[in-house]
């Protein structure tokens, strides 16, 4: 039966044949651009070295660091600084006498 422009479309029918075809096109297997593929791996090649390089260099860092030799820092003056100095106490003066009138 051929539909007329007339008849009302019968919208589960279309929406059915639209997933059978959707569904038909998913089996088919689509071949990738290989360019952008390739750009990508090179990329995280590139970024897994760059990370690896900076871990490297860490690591080299902290065992020369590890590697110097622990030394006491020797003292810039030889006698120790007292860290407050109490003033010396004013030693009484002698006073002088009243005046004898």
């Given at each position: 039966?051929?539909?007329t422009?007339?008849?009302p479309?019968?919208v589960?029918?279309?929406?059915m044949?639209?997933a059978k075809?959707?569904?038909?096109q998913d ?5 990738r ?14 970024v897994?070295?760059?990370?690896l390089?900076?871990f490297?260099r ?17 003292p810039?003056v030889t006698e120790?600084l007292p860290?407050y ?17």
């Open positions: 039966m051929t539909q422009p007339q008849e479309l019968d589960q029918r279309v929406l044949d639209r075809r959707l569904a038909e089996q088919v297997a689509h071949e651009p290989i360019l952008p593929r390739l750009m990508g791996l090179a990329l995280a090649l590139v897994v070295v760059v990370v390089f900076a490297d860490f690591l080299a860092s902290m065992q020369r660091f590890l590697a110097l030799p622990i030394t006491d820092p020797e810039s120790p860290a100095v109490v003033p010396a106490s004013p030693e009484p003066e002698s006073t002088p006498e009243p005046a004898k009138e």
